[in-house]
Structures are given as structure tokens and as C-alpha cells.
């Protein structure tokens, strides 16, 4: 890292060569617990993201209080009741804490901490309530991206009259990507992707019983969707699709202030 700035301020490299060189650093190792990829913000646009499941609540706690102190916010997903109580016991009593308890997310910041605005925006829509907990971790991944995102849940193919208004204002509102979660049989991504001109990404989720249940129909069909432009998660990828939006987002927001920036 030193090399690449001493370069920078001889002149050897531009400014845009010396970001993308930086872009490669910084793996930060806590104990033997975790490896945390503290520059992956900084190079792919996507934050460090904490998966709980499986981990004890108190190494949870202590990787979630490492990256507080190293980047200001910790993102934590799939969190258990008590994984999410040994967190608030760490983190000190000024932070700002969001919790979504139906999802098991948790974003920890410090005061004073603020994400960034990058002008993109991000559709999710929901076949039925029973899909929010899964968009609710993709909406959250997509603004602590820095976008901004317009919601519309419970608008499945059961009752398609409902689908047409939400679809009306993301379009006006010229989304730059439509998260689409749905269960059972994962009819919903097909319908959009065949109207809108926005790139879709499919959710299937575990929703559904007997034959395909937890989710394997939903998958099936949206990987046999016939419309193109259409991308699909694994089941339940809330996660996953709130990182891919809020990329594909944020690329076009990047390329649309550049050519502002050159008329």
C-alpha cells in the first residue's frame, strides 16, 4: 500500500490506476476466529456482511465489535435471539442499532456513521407476505449499499391486479433493478421480467409444501423462466440479491453521473 501511494505522489501512477492497485489490499485476521475482508467495501462496493448461523453468540459478538471499531458498521444476517442479545451487550451504548428480529438482521453503526448515497435505485416487489422477511434483508443490503430503494409487497400472481400500480411508479421512477421474491411456485419474476425493461433478480423462497416444497419449485421455475433478463438466488438469498441489485444499481448510477459530468 505504501508503494502504491509513494508512486502516486511522484507522479508514476494516476489517481485512477493507485485506487484500482488499493482495491487488493486489506485482510484483516482477528484471532483465529474469522477473517475479515475489511477492504471489500472499498474495492467491490459490497460491505462485510456477518453470517451468524452456526457461530457461537459470543465469537458472533466479538467479530460483529471488530468490525465496529474497524469500519464504523457491522452487518450482521441470520442472527438468533441470542446471538442478537450478546451483540448489544458488546457494542457500546451510543451506537445505533437496527434490528429486524423476523430475519435475524442486525446493523450496528457508530454514531456519527453515514452510507453514502450513490443515486441508485432498487425495485423489490413480493409475491405474498409470507416472502418480506427474505426482501426485507435484500432491501436493507441494497441502502446500506447507498441505494435507494421503492418497496411493494404482497403482490402476487394470485391477485394480478395488484402487481400493475407498484410496477407503474418503479418504472416512473426508472429503477435501475427489480428484486422479485416469491414462493410456491415462483410464478412472479417470470411476469415482470416479461413487461419491464430493468434487469430482474428472482428470490425463491422456502415458502410452499409437498411436492417441491421449501422452495425447489420457486427455484425450478425461475431457472426455467422463459423471459430474458432474468438472474435467480439461491432459495432464501435475501443477502445475495440485495448485493447484486444494489452492484447493478450503483454501476449505473457511476456511468449516468460520468456522462453528466461530460455534457
Do not use: W
Not at 451483540?87 to 451504548?93: E, F, L, M, T
Request: one cysteine or more.
Amino acid at each position: 500500500m505504501r508503494e502504491v501511494l509513494e508512486k502516486l505522489v511522484k507522479g508514476q501512477i494516476s489517481m485512477d490506476d493507485a485506487e484500482k492497485l488499493l482495491k487488493i489490499f486489506a485482510i484483516e485476521e482477528i484471532g483465529n476466529l474469522a477473517r475479515i475482508d475489511a477492504g471489500r467495501e472499498f474495492r467491490k462496493g459490497i460491505p462485510e456482511i456477518i453470517l451468524a448461523e452456526g457461530k457461537r453468540a459470543e465469537d458472533v459478538a466479538e467479530i460483529a465489535l471488530s468490525m465496529l471499531n474497524e469500519k464504523g458498521r457491522a452487518i450482521i444476517s441470520r442472527a438468533t435471539k441470542e446471538q442478537m442479545h450478546a451483540i448489544k451487550v458488546v457494542v457500546p451504548s451510543e451506537a445505533f442499532l437496527q434490528v429486524d428480529d423476523k430475519v435475524g438482521l442486525m446493523v450496528v453503526k457508530k454514531k456519527g456513521f453515514e452510507v453514502k448515497r450513490t443515486g441508485g435505485k432498487v425495485g423489490i416487489l413480493t409475491a405474498g407476505t409470507s416472502d418480506i422477511p427474505v426482501a426485507e434483508e435484500a432491501r436493507v443490503v441494497a441502502e446500506e449499499m447507498g441505494c435507494e430503494v421503492i418497496t411493494a409487497y404482497d403482490v402476487g400472481v394470485a391477485g394480478i391486479h395488484r402487481l400493475f400500480p407498484p410496477l407503474k411508479e418503479m418504472v416512473e421512477k426508472d429503477v435501475d433493478v427489480i428484486v422479485v421474491v416469491a414462493g410456491r411456485e415462483g410464478a412472479l419474476p417470470s411476469v415482470v421480467a416479461g413487461m419491464v425493461d430493468a434487469p430482474i433478480v428472482a428470490v425463491p423462497t422456502s415458502i410452499g409444501y409437498g411436492l417441491g416444497e421449501k422452495g425447489v419449485s420457486a427455484l425450478m421455475a425461475m431457472l426455467q423462466a422463459c423471459p430474458l433478463g432474468l438472474a435467480v438466488v439461491n432459495i432464501d438469498g435475501g443477502v445475495a440479491a440485495g448485493a447484486v441489485a444494489a452492484s447493478i444499481a450503483n454501476r449505473v448510477a457511476k456511468f449516468k453521473k460520468s456522462k453528466e459530468g461530460r455534457s
